[in-house]
């Protein structure tokens, strides 16, 4: 899953001392993001290109998913998908905002996951 790779990235690259914090969140937001596309591709519910996590939420919600408290907390990555990669335009990113980032991708990557299996077994 693309996804996964996001993740990988942002994890990985935590501790390499000239990997911006900024870019860390950026791929925790996309794990997100792809996470959730892939749970709608997987639904046949079709989305826009967007990098708004809110918007991909409402539209799991209209296609009759459950919202689980974490997909809601994730709407907070959306502004690392584009701001975040232009230093200018956001506050700058802490170590703590990178660890919140990362934890609300791997949750969100989680569900998602469960979500895409019980379309393909059953």
Known sequence: MQAQSDLNLAQGARHIA????????????????????????????????????????DLCEKGGLDIPEILEESVELTPYAVEGRYLDLVEPVSESDVDRA?????????????????????
């Open 18 to 57: 000239d990997v911006l914090p900024e870019h860390l969140a950026f791929h925790a937001q996309q794990c997100a993001e792809k996470a959730i596309k892939a749970v709608l591709l997987s639904h046949n519910v079709q989305f826009p290109p967007t990098h708004n996590i809110q918007a991909l939420i």
């Open 102 to 122: 990362i934890q609300l991708a791997t949750s969100v990557l989680s569900w998602a996951e469960e979500q895409v299996a019980k379309t393909t077994s059953g």
